[in-house]
């Protein structure tokens, strides 16, 4: 198994995973997100170029998300992103997760928007490990 799928698996896994941006007062702000993909090697997330987190990885393209799992697992990712915007990947999107019509109708709606990871770290942490890292891994 390559990382990235090692990472979504993870987070699909997570009841939800948190992404953390910085916004135009430099104050933290984080929110629930549910939809990864890998995208041409990439670990990919899905979000509408209307909202303000879009604005807010534009100004700042650090984020850093952070997943918890029942059996006391989780994982930081941090590190650089990039949006953008690929019809092709809309298609998968909407593949994988048929409930993003509901939010996006179609998928050639232009507001429809993705973020990866140009460069990062992954790093597994376990309350049985005394919260040490037991894995760190580039993606």
């Known amino acids: 198994m390559n990382y990235i799928q090692e990472v979504?698996?993870?987070l699909t896994k997570s009841p939800a995973f948190y992404v953390g941006t910085v916004d135009e007062e430099g104050k933290?702000?984080?929110?629930?997100?549910?939809?990864?993909?890998?995208?041409?090697?990439?670990?990919?997330?899905?979000?509408?170029?209307?909202?303000?987190v879009h604005k807010q990885l534009r100004a700042n393209p650090y984020v850093e998300i952070c997943a918890f799992n029942p059996s006391g697992e989780w994982v930081r990712i941090s590190g650089k992103v990039m949006l953008f915007q690929d019809t092709e990947a809309n298609k998968k999107a909407f593949d994988i997760a048929p409930m993003l019509k509901e939010i996006y109708v179609s998928d050639t709606n232009p507001i429809l928007t993705f973020f990866c990871y140009e460069e990062?770290?992954?790093?597994?942490?376990?309350?049985?490990?005394?919260g040490k890292p037991f894995k760190t891994m580039q993606i």
């Open 8 to 10: 979504i698996d993870f």
């Open 28 to 52: 933290p702000r984080v929110r629930p997100f549910d939809f990864v993909m890998e995208w041409k090697g990439k670990l990919t997330f899905i979000t509408n170029n209307q909202k303000s």
């Open 120 to 130: 990062g770290k992954a790093i597994f942490y376990s309350f049985e490990n005394t």
